[in-house]
């Protein structure tokens, strides 16, 4: 809330905020009802993008306040962590993996897979997570946004890793998708593999503004 406040103080009128899709859906509408509560003079402009678009429009002085992941930070960025996003697997109802509490990624490697596109960060981690265990992807289709995955799942397509912050429930025709646990953490860099940090980056200037 302290950026809120720095423009209610004088900085303008509009905060502009972009994010990757999942944090707009899940974090930004308790955070926009409490602003707007707080500062009723300050309109929100939300911009939802690709982790990498988000924080270029936040070097670049186009957003006021970037949420994305925390890959591929530059070293003028200060990094403020707000969740740690665990992934899960979602599946038709009738499919094995419903019996399972968790799901491995060596498992998960033996399916065919519905995965996201190579621009997403999501993409970027669950590449990741099976190069780390020797294995390589059956990829029978790709797509950029979770409702369409969705589809593809429900048709019996395959199955998909996704964070848990955007998994569905059911995929709008009643046929509900189960999500599962994966259980192998494999991280060779910043985070584990089968999670990925949500947050806020700053540049250093801003340092006197972080919360």
Same mark, same amino acid.
């Given at each position: 809330?302290?950026?809120?406040?720095?423009?209610?103080?004088?900085?303008?009128?509009?905060? +502009? @905020?972009?994010?990757?899709? *999942?944090? $707009?859906? /899940?974090? !930004?509408?308790? =955070?926009?009802?409490?602003?707007?509560?707080?500062?009723?003079?300050? +309109? @929100?402009?939300?911009?939802? *993008?690709? $982790?990498? /678009?988000? !924080?270029?429009? =936040?070097?670049?002085?186009?957003?006021?306040?970037?949420?994305?992941?925390?890959?591929?930070?530059?070293? *003028?960025?200060?990094?403020?962590? !707000?969740?740690?996003?665990?992934?899960?697997?979602?599946?038709?109802?009738?499919?094995?993996?419903?019996?399972?509490?968790?799901?491995?990624?060596?498992?998960?490697?033996?399916?065919?897979?519905?995965?996201?596109?190579?621009?997403?960060?999501?993409?970027?981690?669950?590449?990741?997570?099976?190069?780390?265990?020797?294995?390589?992807?059956?990829?029978?289709?790709?797509?950029?946004?979770?409702?369409?995955?969705?589809?593809?799942?429900?048709?019996?397509?395959?199955?998909?890793?996704?964070?848990?912050?955007?998994?569905?429930?059911?995929?709008?025709?009643?046929?509900?998708?189960?999500?599962?646990?994966?259980?192998?953490?494999?991280?060779?860099?910043?985070?584990?593999?089968?999670?990925?940090?949500?947050?806020?980056?700053?540049?250093?200037?801003?340092?006197?503004?972080?919360?």
């Amino acid at each position: 809330m302290r950026e809120f406040e720095l423009f209610r103080d004088g900085m303008g009128g509009t905060v +502009r @905020i972009a994010a990757i899709p *999942s944090a $707009a859906a /899940v974090l !930004l509408p308790l =955070l926009v009802r409490e602003a707007n509560e707080r500062y009723p003079g300050i +309109r @929100i402009e939300i911009m939802d *993008s690709l $982790a990498q /678009v988000a !924080l270029a429009g =936040l070097l670049n002085g186009d957003v006021d306040i970037a949420i994305t992941t925390s890959s591929n930070l530059p070293d *003028s960025v200060l990094y403020t962590e !707000l969740l740690e996003d665990r992934f899960a697997v979602i599946h038709c109802s009738d499919h094995p993996f419903t019996t399972q509490k968790q799901v491995t990624w060596a498992e998960l490697a033996r399916e065919s897979l519905v995965m996201f596109d190579g621009n997403s960060s999501i993409r970027t981690l669950t590449d990741a997570a099976l190069t780390e265990i020797g294995a390589s992807a059956d990829i029978t289709a790709e797509a950029s946004s979770i409702p369409v995955i969705a589809g593809f799942v429900s048709a019996g397509i395959g199955v998909a890793a996704v964070p848990r912050t955007c998994h569905p429930t059911d995929d709008g025709s009643g046929h509900p998708l189960n999500p599962t646990r994966h259980a192998r953490r494999c991280a060779p860099r910043r985070y584990r593999a089968d999670s990925r940090a949500i947050g806020v980056p700053r540049m250093h200037s801003d340092r006197g503004s972080a919360p």
